[in-house]
């Protein structure tokens, strides 16, 4: 399965960073990478995304919304570039924006209506092909290589078949993730045979129903934020959407891709070898900038 596309929802209103999404969007905010330079939080994605091979990259935005991030990877007025040359580095950096603009498309997604909602925007960009899928409010290192490119090898070895990136969460942090259930498979132990697929499952449900073994009492594997999708996920949240199919009110992927799995079956990878960073409220903004500017997970 050569995986071609990736999309990257930034449609959010940005509500826990409200005020500060007001005056700028919060995939837009600076973060500083371990190479000293300070780009915006989804430059950071595109640039791994383009190094794992990545041809096309489709941004879920609000209406309006193009206009930023055209702005943001755009070429640099000759004021500003002469400025830049006191800074080698940082002229390479705005070629390398400049040719990384090209694989940009655009997705728009008119009204708010969950995770699922948004992703479903995607339909005609996917064209058919399977999508990698990222948060985009969070950040994702390899300690070998990029958490991208692994999720891709994966994804080649087993075509046909969805496959989350899952890593290991505690009991008082199941309330924010899509949890799973599933057996190691023999071939690989990282690689697990999902049985259930639930979000934000409360302790008691998940202690006796989502249990995957090599792990601890009260260990679990929860969603890392980043998937790669068949396109039958797009056929599910467009049944989802006319049946009116929703969970607190909103149509959400976990939903979808639970329905995928009875359907088809279903794959999760532990990413042991990687780690995510959440930018997506201030303590977590906080704490991410910090640690993602250093070396190393």
């Not at 640039?47 to 919304?65: K, Q």
């Not at 009110?249 to 960073?277: D, K, N, P, S, V």
Request: net charge neutral; charged share 25%.
């Amino acid at each position: 399965m050569n995986i071609r596309k990736a999309v990257i929802p930034a449609a959010g209103l940005g509500l826990r960073m409200f005020p500060a999404s007001q005056a700028v969007k919060k995939e837009l905010s600076p973060v500083i990478g371990p190479d000293g330079i300070a780009r915006a939080l989804i430059h950071h994605h595109v640039l791994e995304l383009v190094d794992a091979g990545i041809e096309e990259i489709g941004f879920i935005i609000r209406p309006g919304g193009e206009e930023e991030i055209r702005r943001y990877f755009g070429t640099q007025d000759k004021v500003c570039l002469r400025g830049l040359e006191r800074y080698p580095v940082l002229v390479q950096e705005a070629a390398r924006m400049a040719e990384a603009a090209g694989r940009l498309r655009y997705i728009t997604q008119s009204r708010q209506e969950g995770y699922g909602h948004a992703v479903l925007q995607a339909r005609d960009f996917s064209a058919g092909e399977p999508v990698l899928l990222l948060l985009g409010d969070h950040l994702f290192r390899g300690a070998r290589e990029s958490c991208s490119r692994l999720m891709l090898k994966v994804a080649a070895e087993h075509p046909h078949r969805s496959i989350s990136a899952v890593n290991r969460i505690g009991l008082q942090e199941l309330s924010g993730y899509g949890t799973i259930a599933g057996r190691r498979t023999r071939e690989d132990a990282l690689l697990i045979e999902v049985s259930a697929i639930v979000e934000k499952p409360d302790p008691g449900y998940a202690r006796a129903h989502l249990r995957v073994d090599g792990l601890a009492d009260d260990e679990f594997l929860g969603w890392f934020g980043m998937h790669v999708l068949t396109p039958s996920i797009f056929q599910i949240l467009e049944e989802m959407i006319r049946d009116d199919v929703r969970d607190h009110g909103e149509f959400q992927l976990t939903r979808a891709q639970e329905i995928q799995r009875r359907r088809e079956g279903y794959l999760a990878y532990e990413m042991t070898a990687g780690r995510r960073y959440d930018f997506g409220t201030p303590q977590d903004y906080l704490k991410s900038l910090a640690a993602f500017a250093r070396p190393g997970i």
